[in-house]
């Protein structure tokens, strides 16, 4: 099976050609910081693999500022915007000199959706599927001027809704929220869990990665991901912090959080003011699997919607560490997600602040009187997140029937999810 992938240029990635057995095809820039580091000839940068985690500078300061409160003003769907053209463009030509049996958009970014609605006039009969990794108008803030761009925001998107013959999303909640405030057709929207990658079969033997601290914490935690405000921030995590070392004074020194991920400027201060915590910037799956492996307990920081479910939701899972997860709704995509699997400490937060109750389960935990641990997954678990399952779950929905197995190195399913 043959798997074509439209991406946008950048810095220091390959060029078009075949890669890990799928055609890569680039065509313009997703976002204006991408267009910026292209001129200048960066290869590292904020939002680079690699570029570790430092203070931001006046200049970033001044164009974060920029990008929020001008940028984000007029740019309309989203900041890959400047993406959509040449990438139509490219996706028409390609399939005006190929025959392809299916169109898959991921988002985010919406833009890619719209490049799906592009394609659905020209070629009406190419079956197409929409994985809305994120429902776009339905956020905690608007992806845009919602003054300005709000009606026509929803109007696209119940029109691609409606135009494309399926629609994935990867929760119950996110499935009824299109339902019920865009009216889509639920039989169209369908819940396909998400990706495990790489598989547990490729997993080599986690290498250690250097940890900033003491060396030898009683309990290591680690955080993987990046925060968003208003959807996911670490106010309340820093109050827990705050609160349990006025409580277990003993604790100072003896618990390290280590978070990898994107940390955005407006984080920054606030996430440095606390000794425990030690900043890695974005680091390779590779960094991250292996970090993963020498923590003792996960972090999850919960969103304060019920709709949308983090994609390392299934790494964590597939880690088998135990994971605290500070929860802000009572329907939590992530508590529903876990399941009844062993090894979640799910703490309420209400107000910025972790509840009385849940906080003194905390404190139990520490004390060695609660434990949720964990002894690993079992790799049956693990077979719904895998690329081969979640393959062939878009090839049925599309009414293509699936490739058989075949030789290490063929691609089998669509990439891009």
């Given at each position: 099976m043959?798997v074509?992938?439209?991406?946008?240029r950048?810095?220091g990635?390959p060029?078009d050609?075949?890669l890990?057995?799928?055609?890569?095809?680039?065509?313009?820039?997703d976002?204006?910081?991408?267009v910026?580091?292209?001129?200048?000839g960066?290869?590292?940068?904020r939002?680079?693999?690699?570029?570790g985690?430092?203070r931001p500078?006046?200049g970033l300061?001044?164009l974060t500022?920029?990008y929020?409160y001008?940028?984000?003003?007029i740019y309309f769907p989203d900041?890959?915007?400047l993406?959509y053209?040449?990438?139509r463009?490219r996706?028409?030509?390609?399939?005006?000199?190929q025959?392809?049996d299916a169109v898959l958009t991921?988002?985010l970014?919406?833009?890619?959706?719209l490049?799906?609605?592009?394609l659905?006039?020209r070629?009406?009969a190419?079956?197409?599927?929409a994985?809305m990794g994120?429902p776009?108008?339905i956020?905690a803030?608007a992806p845009n001027?919602?003054?300005?761009?709000?009606r026509?925001?929803?109007?696209?998107?119940?029109?691609?809704?409606?135009?494309?013959d399926?629609?994935?999303?990867t929760?119950?909640g996110?499935?009824r929220a299109?339902k019920?405030?865009?009216g889509?057709?639920?039989?169209?929207?369908?819940?396909v869990q998400?990706?495990l990658h790489?598989?547990?079969?490729?997993v080599?033997?986690?290498?250690?990665?250097?940890l900033?601290g003491?060396g030898?914490?009683?309990?290591?935690l680690g955080y993987f991901?990046?925060?968003?405000?208003p959807?996911r921030?670490?106010d309340a995590f820093?109050?827990?912090?705050?609160?349990t070392f006025e409580?277990r004074p003993?604790?100072?020194?003896?618990l390290?959080v280590?978070v990898?991920?994107?940390?955005f400027p407006e984080?920054?201060d606030?996430l440095?003011?606390?000794?425990a915590?030690?900043?890695?910037?974005l680091?390779?799956r590779?960094d991250v699997?292996?970090?993963?492996y020498?923590?003792d307990?996960?972090?999850?920081?919960?969103?304060?919607?019920?709709?949308?479910?983090p994609s390392?939701?299934?790494?964590?899972?597939?880690?088998?560490?135990?994971?605290?997860h500070l929860s802000?709704?009572?329907s939590?995509?992530?508590v529903?997600?876990?399941g009844?699997e062993?090894?979640?400490?799910?703490?309420?937060?209400e107000?910025?602040?972790?509840t009385g109750?849940?906080?003194?389960?905390?404190?139990?935990?520490?004390?060695?009187?609660c434990t949720c641990?964990r002894a690993?997954?079992?790799r049956?678990?693990l077979?719904?997140?895998t690329v081969?399952?979640?393959?062939?779950?878009?090839l049925?929905l599309?009414?293509?029937?699936p490739?058989?197995v075949s030789?290490r190195?063929?691609v089998e399913?669509?990439?891009?999810r």
């Open positions: 043959e074509h992938v439209l991406c946008s950048r810095r990635c060029a050609g075949l890990n057995g799928v055609w890569v095809h680039r065509a313009g820039f976002s204006l910081k991408e910026l580091y292209y001129l200048l960066s290869k590292g940068g939002g680079r693999v690699g570029g985690a430092s500078g006046w300061r001044v500022w920029l929020k001008l940028w984000k003003n900041d890959a915007m993406w053209f040449p990438a463009r996706a028409r030509r390609l399939l005006q000199v025959s392809f991921v988002s970014p919406f833009t890619g959706h490049i799906g609605l592009y659905r006039k070629f009406p190419l079956p197409w599927l994985d994120d776009f108008t956020q803030q001027n919602s003054l300005l761009y709000g026509w925001s929803r109007f696209l998107e119940k029109k691609i809704l409606r135009r494309a399926v629609a994935v999303v929760n119950d996110a499935q299109l019920q405030v865009l889509a057709d639920e039989d169209k929207i369908t819940v998400p990706l790489p598989e547990p079969h490729e080599p033997v986690a290498r250690a990665v250097a900033a003491t030898s914490p009683v309990l290591r991901g990046a925060f968003y405000a959807t921030t670490p820093l109050d827990l912090l705050k609160r409580h003993d604790w100072r020194g003896r390290e280590h990898f991920g994107d940390i984080f920054w606030q440095q003011q606390q000794p915590i030690h900043l890695y910037g680091r390779s590779q699997r292996a970090a993963m020498q923590m307990l996960l972090l999850n920081i919960g969103n304060i919607t019920d709709y949308q479910l390392k939701a299934v790494d964590y899972f597939a880690s088998g560490k135990p994971v605290l802000f709704v009572p939590d995509p992530f529903s997600f876990w009844e062993p090894g979640l400490l799910r703490l309420d937060v107000n910025k602040q972790v109750p849940s906080f003194v389960r905390w404190l139990c935990y520490l004390d060695g009187a641990l690993g997954v079992a049956a678990a077979r719904p997140f081969g399952t979640i393959g062939r779950q878009y049925e599309l009414g293509i029937a490739p058989n030789a190195g063929t399913v669509p990439a891009g």
